[in-house]
């Protein structure tokens, strides 16, 4: 059963960066897409990022991109998220999930999750 754990959540000032990263165990993540999601208090859950199986592609929501960049290395089982230039709305907690890709922007593609990493950005 595949498993993901997220890390590298914090506190940073506006503008500063972190690199999330979500390290998965029990199957190897080569077959998945994987993805970012975040949720802010009183929020649904909304599409961050995405990059498929190979890694050939990656997808992003308007509001990150080009200050955002995913990545994975499926030999190390892991993904990444670098996250640039944040700003106070980017505050939220950051959910890693895996699933096959098909509707790669859409949460419920999505059937493993790991348990989420809090990003406050504040000055």
């Known amino acids: 059963q595949l498993q993901l754990v997220e890390s590298g959540g914090g506190s940073v000032q506006p503008g500063g960066s972190l690199r999330l990263s979500c390290a998965a165990s029990?199957?190897?993540?080569?077959?998945?897409?994987m993805a970012w999601f975040r949720q802010a208090p009183g929020k649904e859950r909304e599409f961050v990022a995405a990059?498929?199986?190979?890694?050939?592609?990656?997808y992003y929501a308007d509001s990150v991109k080009g200050r955002f960049t995913i990545s994975r290395d499926n030999a190390e089982n892991t993904a990444w998220l670098q996250m640039n230039s944040l700003r106070s709305d980017d505050t939220s907690v950051y959910y890693c999930?895996?699933?096959?890709?098909?509707?790669?922007?859409?949460?419920?593609?999505?059937?493993?999750w790991g348990q989420g990493t809090q990003v406050t950005v504040s000055s």
């Open positions: 990059i498929t199986w190979s890694g050939g592609s990656t």
């Open positions: 029990g199957r190897r993540i080569s077959s998945y897409a």
């Open positions: 999930a895996a699933g096959a890709g098909v509707r790669i922007r859409n949460l419920a593609e999505y059937t493993t």
